[in-house]
């Protein structure tokens, strides 16, 4: 079955870039999207379609893509953004079952 | 405003049955792809299943085949998960949520509602 591969853990200090990376062999054709979930919270698109920022998500949050891996980039992270962020995409196979990474838990300290 | 609220929930037996429900409110229900995802006690996400507009096409992750069933009712403006032979392994909150489709090259899910917790247990 398809997996998308997140790190556990990524930590950073306040005001310092973090990024957070997502790989899947059918990222080349498939778009990744991400997930923020902070503790106890339904989660929250925060990037679609690869590097597009719905409304109201801040300008820190940016994404790319390239070849098999996906990154989620937090410029000028705040305490405010610790949280799980989640990539979630679809396999080579059709669009309509996804699959979401395994999670990252950014800290902010 | 989008809203999204499921019920339904609670504890069963393994081997029951559960029917999810989530209502929406604040836009046009029949208009979009809804979906299902599900996050185990302090796991992941796992997408779950996805429905059609008009429901003739339906989605599912392996694991759940022949034993989940989704569904709608346009005219009720609501969304349905039938859980038939639950084991323990389904135990998980269960987010509805508003999907869309870019093109052939993914969908995401926006908002989500906020969850509803089924537990399987003796």
């Known amino acids: 079955s398809y997996e998308l591969t997140q790190p556990p853990s990524v930590s950073v200090s306040p005001g310092q870039t973090a990024r957070i990376t997502c790989s899947g062999d059918a990222l080349p054709k498939k778009y990744a999207y991400w997930y923020q979930q902070k503790s106890g919270q339904a989660p929250v698109l925060v990037i679609y379609e690869d590097s597009k920022r719905p409304s109201g998500i801040p300008e820190r949050f940016s994404g790319s893509s390239s070849g098999t891996m996906a990154t989620l980039t937090i410029s000028g992270a705040q305490v405010e953004d610790e949280a799980d962020y989640y990539c979630?995409?679809?396999?080579?196979?059709?669009?309509?079952?996804?699959?979401f990474g395994g999670g990252t838990k950014l800290t902010v300290l | 405003e989008v809203q999204l609220v499921e019920s339904g929930g609670g504890l069963v037996q393994p081997g029951g049955s559960l029917r999810l429900s989530c209502a929406a409110s604040g836009f046009t229900f029949s208009s979009y792809w809804m979906s299902w995802v599900r996050q185990a006690p302090g796991k992941g996400l796992e997408w779950v299943a996805n429905i059609k507009q008009d429901g003739s096409e339906k989605y599912y992750v392996d694991s759940v085949k022949g034993r989940f069933t989704i569904s709608r009712d346009n005219a009720k403006n609501s969304l349905y998960l039938q859980m038939n032979s639950l084991r323990a392994e389904d135990t998980a909150v269960y987010y509805c949520a508003r999907a869309f489709l870019s093109g052939i090259a993914g969908h995401w899910f926006d908002p989500w509602g906020q969850g509803t917790l089924v537990t399987v247990s003796s």
């Open positions: 979630y995409s679809t396999d080579s196979s059709g669009n309509h079952r996804g699959v």
